[in-house]
């Protein structure tokens, strides 16, 4: 798994800081804005600077491939959805699930049990947060809102 990290799809070697806040878009309010409508969590990710785990992306493919199969969406709503997550992709730093994020996933969150793949979130976003300029959880997960306000960082 690469350690690199990308800004608009583009491999970047630097962190996540120097430009202002950064949102950490977390793969449940990215789902939501796209399955669900959740038009505050939308507004919140076209408004910010983003960063998020390459993780986000493949839940969210995987969600809008669910939703095709079960039928809960369209093929017009899937090609809007699927329009839309290539466009926050590509305005996105993302940052690959590497041996450093894997480690810190395998210790113990403040609110226990956390699973592998919210904990995977949990750790990329704690590797970007920098007391100089904060980043700020975008989530629609309990478990990941708990844990990312016990760790210190902001939630939206």
Do not use: K, W
Not at 14 to 24: E, R
Not at 25 to 53: C, K, Y
Not at 140 to 156: F, K, Q
């Amino acid at each position: 798994m690469s350690g690199s990290r990308r800004r608009a799809g583009r491999v970047a070697d630097h962190p996540v800081s120097g430009d202002g806040p950064t949102l950490y878009l977390e793969s449940s309010a990215v789902v939501a804005s796209l399955i669900e409508g959740d038009a505050a969590a939308m507004t919140a990710i076209r408004q910010a600077r983003t960063a998020a785990s390459a993780l986000t992306f493949a839940e969210a493919r995987r969600s809008l491939l669910r939703a095709t199969l079960s039928g809960r969406l369209s093929g017009e709503e899937v090609a809007i959805a699927e329009t839309e997550l290539r466009r926050i992709e590509s305005g996105c730093m993302i940052l690959g699930v590497d041996d450093l994020i894997l480690a810190r996933a395998g210790r113990r969150y403040p609110m226990e049990p956390v699973r592998t793949l919210d904990a995977i979130h949990l750790a990329t976003a704690e590797r970007i947060d920098d007391p100089a300029a904060p980043i700020t959880i975008l989530t629609r997960d309990a478990r990941i809102r708990e844990n990312s306000v016990l760790l210190g960082m902001r939630v939206v």
